[in-house]
Nanobody, 129 residues
């Protein structure tokens, strides 16, 4: 049984930084795509960033939506147990509940679609004012 547990959310002023973490346990072997999603009140859940697991030692691809490119960085520890999202230069529009998600198989062009993912965490709130 796969479990994903997010942490690191909080309240921050615009321009500030936060680092989210997602602890994964009971995980499947082989390639997996892991992603961060967010959902603002009254809006649909949207994909923010994704990365393949395990981490490619040669430096594999990472995926971002345009609105966070250059500000957010997705990464994972080499043990493959924790996914991170480093968020910098935060804006009020980054406010929302942030979720960690995972699916068996490599990330693909549809990584942004929430229906792609089989496993979800409970979310951690990020508020930017």
């Amino acid at each position: 049984h796969v479990q994903l547990v997010e942490s690191g959310g909080g309240s921050v002023q615009a321009g500030g930084s936060l680092r989210l973490a997602c602890a994964a346990s009971g995980y499947t072997y082989g390639r997996n795509c892991m992603a961060w999603f967010r959902q603002a009140p009254g809006k649909e859940r949207e994909g923010v960033a994704a990365i393949n697991r395990p981490v490619d030692p040669a430096g594999g691809p990472t995926y971002y939506i345009d609105r966070v490119k250059g500000r957010f960085t997705i990464s994972e520890d080499y043990a493959g147990t924790t996914l991170y999202l480093q968020m910098s230069r935060l804006k009020p529009e980054d406010t929302g509940m942030y979720y960690c998600a995972a699916v068996i198989g490599r990330c693909s062009w549809y990584w942004e679609k929430s229906t792609t993912y089989s496993f979800w965490g409970q979310g951690t709130q990020v508020t930017v004012s």
